[in-house]
Every structure is written in structure tokens, then in C-alpha cells.
């Protein structure tokens, strides 16, 4: 089949053929396909689409690039969660070893971060020694030792969405549902869980800024998951403001301690509790009971007994003085009165990037020790003074007035309060 | 400027602003943006289109990513003649020698040929020691002296076309009418004759298959022409069967010194008559008066001398009897008697690849000696064994009875009389 031709037919807003599909996929893994066609292609897709049929070839042409983990065999209970990109969520940090203190396995892949988000892989490297699995032996050693694996993208785990990932970050083909549907379903699919919770985002520090477009994409994926077998339940969860009140990844790691102590920012601990719930339920417990025993693990040293088995077990440093700490803090105060209405989500991760917290490209080195603190949210009542955030600075050289500024800039202050959005959307795939 | 969001903008269907599209073509040319974003943003412009203004640019840049020979200052009679390509399209190597002979200098950038249809270049490499000018002064020098000049598109014209022109063709983008129209248009204006003909093919063995598809393209390239202070006429004429009766570099070379010395393809001599009248019109003649001197040309020698002297002038033998030679023959019959009521020039074109007389790929070589000689056109009655096509066999080995099949395939043989299709669909730009 001449690839040309592939690419003319979708350029024209046809349905592709299975086989075209895979001729598409093999060949940005086998190197078959030139970029330049790889580029055509993905921009095709972008503009034109692609319906369930073509999405679902591309998901399991994509999963079918590498090996297949297949975790789901060996861990039938294990459950992967999955949220789609958002500023200040750690919320995996805190999940995954409170789901495994109640005897339910996590299995997850990071990824690392791009742009105004910061990703997991890039927060757990904050933590010495920390070294998520690359191999299926090393996922199911430290299932079976900690009840939790976090594994990061090797070559083994869908390389056509690597090669592709690539490409579509060079050329304008990222916000594209059925590519990004792909990306992300490819992988689960390749580690392959039985279950799955996805945590889908909307807002202004979001992909996808509105309720519909998120519960478009959460339905997207869902129907995906189902095809392939895998028990799903999502989400659509607001991120009209950063979720948690730290970003930066030594600063996230914190977060997440304080949380698992009992403690912690209470919109973190009540997504974490509600994206854990559905776990605890999809692995057959009832919502109440399961809440019940989450809450109690928080509360009595269980979930932070998990967090340290699960980073030993990673050849980890649990101890929280081990992380790197900022070498300088610079305080940002309200300029007047009033009450914080909106907060730039999207602006506040920008500058995280811009003091080192962040990859502005792929391949940046990111400071580890870089981040931001948090002191309002969405309707808090401000005087004139009072401080809104904090600048955690690492070793990266900054403009600080600059940042003050921009930072100052990142929220908006009125006279009248505003009405914050819920914190959780929508929910889809429970029990009716 | 991020070229990524240059890209997004096309993607989403924006307009780009001059400075956007110099960025694109001067990143085409100078290596800066990456073959995957040029394949991005062709694919982009193909399916988002290109409005009047954006084209302009586009075509004034790729001029720009060269040097201009400004030919129409030194020159400022000389006329280009342009067609969009067609199988048996003979009628530069007639036009050219005929026009000068008439006392108006002709200036062609010639191009090769890629698929179904041959380009200028190939024919002239038929004749021996024939080399079109490379470079200005070249171009200059053969002006003066024949009143002719083939060039041939070399580094100093238009770079940025032969880049995006590489990368079309591997990536499905060659078909979008504003890429088409700056492909053809920038190469035009770097040459820089002050006057320009365009031959707009239309029907089946054409890129645009239908009159107002082909005359949409006339108008968009005698738009930018305008603009650009070149005076332009244009027919649109007719492609549902090949122009000439021959297909192949040295045997359309043989058809063009048979109309140059009076005799020859009726249809051939009829389109280049009416091609070279709009250029003399354009140099100010009246089209009557035109017209008797042209045909007086082509009957008294003086059309052949010109083209002798043109031949000489580049370098080459004028000698009929120094083209390259078929080495064998293989004749093709009606299988019924009949009406021929249509003719699949595209389907011949790609017989003449199939033999040799053609390129499938960038960069095939051809052979010069191999082509079809064409014994029938649409309307004519035929009894059952007449002859159809001869094809001339070169070096290149083939399946002889395959070709026999294909070929007789190409031709609809009816009961009853078809209505040909005017060989002029359509006159533009001339005075009204």
C-alpha cells in the first residue's frame, strides 16, 4: 500500500481501513514512514478525525507497537488511574499507596511533564534514589512486593506513541481527542490493568477548558477501555484553579506527605478520597465502607506506612528531609482588597516553568527544588498585603520582580464573591 | 515566533500574516523549521485552504528564498508561457521557436516531469548536447542571441518551491490550489518576464478535471500575476484525450518539428496557433494580423529555422536524425468497430511511464527513445483491427501483452458518435 495515498484519503476526510491504520502505526515504529509523512498524517487526523472504529485501531495498533504487560492476568484486582494533565495535581502521589493500604494493587505508567503541567515521573525523581519499572519484571516484582508500581514509558510500552508523541509536540497536532484518546489508551491498554479510573480536567489550567468538552473526552476514553475489556469509571473534575496548593515536584512530594499524615490541602485529600473510592468500588467494595476505610488509613498512619513501603520497595528515600529544598523564598502579596474570583491556573504553571519547575521543551532539565506555594483559593476574602503565594526558588537564575508580577497577575481580585465551580464535574460509569 | 503556533493557527483555519508565512517559506529554505512542521503546515494549508492575501505572500516569498533574473527589464517583450500539465503537451518546444520567429523573445523555466504527464526538460534531453540555462547570465546570453531561453530550476530559483515541492509530493499536499498556484507563480515571478500565458488543462488527463475547477485556477494565478505587474491572458483547453498524437521525450520532439514544418498533429498546431496569438496580442499585435504571420511561419521555414537556431543556441543538435530511436515497435488494434467515444489519457500517460517514457518517483531515470504514437481521437469511426497506438519500445524491458491490454483498455469503442469537447473551454484575460 502506498503511504501517500493513506494520507490522501484521510487529508479528503475518508475512513480509513484497519489495515491502513496499521500500515500508519508500524511505520512510525519501524522507522517505514518518514516524519515528514508522519507529520501529514497526524495533521490529517487533526483537522479531519476519527470515529470509534478508526480510534479503537489506532489504540490497539498503538498497544500492539511494544510488548504487552498484560498485568491484569497476574493482578486481576490491580487498578491503573489515569488524569489527563493538570496544575498542582498530585494527586497519584497520595492514591497509590492509600488504595494499596487497603489491599487494593495500583499499577501506573508517569509521564513526564511538558509545558505549564508537571508530570509524576518528574515529581517521583525528586525523591533519592526513586526508580519507577522499566520492565515487566520489575512491575510485577514491585506489585507483589509493595502492592504499588510505578512505571515509566521505556521502549518496551507502545513506541509508536513515543515516535508520535514526538512529532505531534513539534507540529501543532497535539489537541486532536482521537490522537490524544490514543496516546493515552495505548499505554493503559499496554501495562493492561483490568480497571481503570480516569481523573478528566477541565478549566482554564486544563486541555479541555469546558465540562462538555472534558466529558467528551472522558466518554471517548471510556468506550475505548470497554472495547478492550477493561472496567473504566472517570471523573470530569475542575481545574478552573490549581488543584492542590503546592506545584514543583520536591514541593508536590510534600504535599502528598501531608495529605497521607492526615493533614494536607482538603481539595487534594477530597479528590484523592473520591478518585479512591471508585477504585475501592470498581475492586467490588461498597462506596460507604470504602470511604470509611480510606478516611481511616489517612488517619491512622496506614496510608503513610504505604507511601514509605512504596518507595523503599522503588529503591527509594522516604524520608522527607531527603528532598531537595529551595534555596530561597520570595513572598507575593494581594495588591488590594477583595475576593480572589478566579485564579490563572494555566498562567501559575507558566511560571512555575519559568523558575525551573517545568519543561518549557522536551529534553529541558527541570530543578527539582523549584516550586510554588499556594495561600488562596477561589472565594477566599483578601486584605490588602496579604500573601498569595510563595516562590520556592532552586538554582536557576530569575528575574524575581518579573515573576512577582506575572504571579501577582495570575489572580484576579473583586468586590463581589464569586461562586467557585464543584470540584467534581461530572461522574461517569458508576453503577445507575 | 514559535513555529508551532504558526502551524496551530493554519490548523484552526486562521488567517496568517505575512510575517507568519516568511517565517514558513524562509524555514523552508534556509533548513530552520524541520521537515515535519514543513509536512504540518502544508497539510494544514491543503485542507484549510489559502485566502487571495495569504497566497501573495506565500508566492512573493518563495520568489524571495532566490534570486530574481528580472528577465523583463532587459526584455521587456519577452513572454513565459506556462501549462499546467497535460499528456502530449507538446507545445512549448512548437511555441517557443514560433513566437520568436515573429520577433517576440520567449523566456520558459522548464520542469521535469513526475507521473503521467512529461515535462518540458525531458523532451529537451532528447536532444543531443541540448542544456537549458542555469543560471542569469546564461539566460541573458541566449535571449540575445535566439530570441529564445529554456531554463531549468536551479538552486538560484525559488529554493523554497523545490523544498515544499519534495516534501508535497511524499506527503498527499501536491493537491490544494493555493500550494499550486505559489509553486507555479513564484518560479514565474523570479524569472520575471513582464508578460505571461497560461495553458489551464481541464478533463480527465488533467490535475483539474473539470472546467470550473481549471478555470478557478486560471483566475487565482492571473490574480497574483496582476498583482505582481505582469500582464497575463489564459485558455482553458482541453484534456479529455492526450493534445498530440505522441507521448514520449524524443517522439514529441519528432511531433513538434512535423507542426513547425507546416504539417503535424492538427490539434497540436491548432492550440499552439492560438497560444502564440495571445502572446503576440500581448505584445501589441493585432490578433488577425497575428495569426497569417504565424501560419505564414510555420509554411515558409521560418518557424524551423528559429527552432534550429534556439537548438544551436543551447548547445544542441537541431538534426532530426541525431534524436534517439525506438529499438522496437508493437501495435495495438481496435478489438470492434466502432465510434472511439473516450480516450483515458491518464491511463496512456501512465503506459508511457510503464515503458520508460516517464517518472513514477523523483529522480527515475528515463528512457528518452521509448514513447506512444497515437493513430486515433475521439469521434472517430473505426472498423474492427485498425490500428489504435504504437508503442515505441527503448531499453526498458516489459510485458508486452500487459501494455497490449492496458493500452486497448484506454479507448471506449460506441455504437454510437460521441460529441468531442472543444479543444478552447474558456478565454480569460483578453480585451473584453
Given at each position: ?9 484521510k487529508r479528503?476526510?475518508l475512513e480509513?481501513?484497519?489495515a491502513?491504520i ?5 511505520g512510525?515504529?519501524?522507522g ?13 487526523i487533526?483537522?479531519?478525525g ?5 480510534t479503537?485501531v489506532?489504540v490497539?495498533?498503538?498497544r500492539?507497537?511494544?510488548s ?5 492476568e497476574a493482578?486481576p484486582d ?14 497519584s ?13 495500583v499499577?501506573m505508567?508517569?509521564g513526564?511533564?511538558l509545558?505549564h503541567?508537571?508530570g509524576?515521573?518528574?515529581?517521583l525523581?525528586a ?13 510485577t516484582?514491585l506489585?507483589?512486593t509493595c ?5 515509566a ?5 507502545a513506541?509508536?506513541?513515543k ?5 505531534r ?5 497535539v489537541p486532536?481527542?482521537?490522537?490524544i484518546v490514543a496516546s493515552?489508551m495505548?499505554k ?9 479510573i480516569l ?16 466529558r467528551?473526552?472522558?466518554e471517548a476514553?471510556?468506550?475505548v477501555a470497554?472495547?478492550?475489556g477493561?472496567?473504566?469509571r472517570a ?5 478552573s484553579q490549581p488543584?492542590?496548593?503546592?506545584l514543583?515536584?520536591?514541593s508536590e512530594v510534600?504535599a ?5 499524615a492526615?493533614g494536607?490541602d ?6 484523592t ?5 471508585e477504585?475501592?468500588?470498581l475492586?467490588?467494595r461498597a462506596p ?9 488509613k489517612?488517619?491512622d498512619?496506614g496510608a503513610?506506612?504505604?507511601?514509605e513501603?512504596m ?7 522516604p524520608?522527607?528531609?531527603a528532598?531537595?529544598r529551595p534555596?530561597a523564598s ?8 477583595g475576593?480572589v474570583s478566579?485564579?490563572d ?11 525551573g519547575?517545568?519543561r ?5 532539565e527541570i ?5 510554588v506555594?499556594l495561600h488562596?483559593?477561589i472565594g ?11 516562590l ?9 520582580e518579573?515573576?512577582r508580577?506575572?504571579a501577582?497577575?495570575a ?21 445507575s
Open positions: 500500500m502506498n503511504f501517500v495515498e493513506i494520507i490522501a484519503r479528503d476526510g480509513l481501513s484497519p491502513e496499521r500500515t500508519f502505526v508500524q512510525a515504529s519501524n517505514h514512514v518518514g516524519d515528514e509523512q508522519l507529520a501529514a498524517m497526524l495533521m490529517a487533526c483537522i479531519r476519527a470515529n470509534q472504529a478508526e479503537q489506532l490497539e495498533a498503538m500492539d507497537s511494544g504487552r504487560w498484560r498485568m491484569g493482578f490491580a487498578v491503573d488511574k489515569h488524569s489527563t494533565g493538570g496544575v498542582g495535581d498530585t494527586v502521589l497520595v492514591f497509590a499507596p492509600l488504595v494499596a493500604s487497603c489491599g487494593v494493587p499499577v505508567m508517569a513526564a511533564g509545558g503541567t508537571q509524576t515521573l518528574d515529581k525523581a525523591i533519592p534514589g526513586f526508580r519507577p519499572a522499566a520492565r515487566h519484571a520489575q512491575a516484582d506489585l507483589a502492592g504499588v508500581c510505578f512505571a514509558q521505556s521502549d518496551e510500552i513506541p509508536a506513541d515516535k508520535l508523541y514526538l512529532i509536540d513539534l507540529t501543532g497536532t486532536s481527542l482521537p490522537l493515552i495505548s493503559k491498554l499496554a501495562v493492561g490493568a483490568n480497571r481503570l481523573d478528566v480536567k477541565c478549566g482554564s489550567g486544563a486541555f479541555f477548558k469546558t465540562p462538555p468538552a472534558a467528551e473526552l472522558a476514553l471510556m468506550e470497554r472495547r478492550a477493561v472496567e473504566v471523573l470530569v473534575t475542575d481545574m488543584l492542590g496548593d503546592r514543583g515536584c520536591a510534600r502528598a506527605l501531608e495529605v497521607l492526615g494536607g482538603s481539595r487534594l485529600r477530597e479528590l478520597l473520591d478518585l479512591a473510592v477504585a475501592l468500588a475492586a467490588g460507604e465502607a470504602a470511604r470509611a476505610e480510606l478516611e481511616r489517612l488517619s498512619g503513610s506506612g504505604a507511601y513501603a518507595v523503599r520497595a522503588h529503591g527509594g528515600d524520608d522527607v528531609e528532598l531537595p534555596r520570595v513572598s507575593v502579596t494581594a495588591p488590594r482588597a475576593f478566579a485564579v491556573a494555566e498562567g501559575l504553571g507558566w511560571i512555575a516553568v519559568a523558575i519547575a517545568g518549557r521543551r522536551q529534553g529541558d530543578d527539582l527544588a523549584a516550586g506555594k488562596v483559593r477566599d476574602l483578601l486584605a490588602e498585603g496579604q500573601p498569595l503565594l510563595t520556592e526558588l532552586g538554582d536557576r537564575e530569575v528575574d524575581v518579573e515573576m508580577a506575572r501577582a497577575a489572580f484576579a481580585i473583586t468586590e463581589r464573591a464569586p461562586s467557585p465551580a464543584p470540584l467534581i464535574a461530572a461522574r461517569l460509569g458508576g453503577p
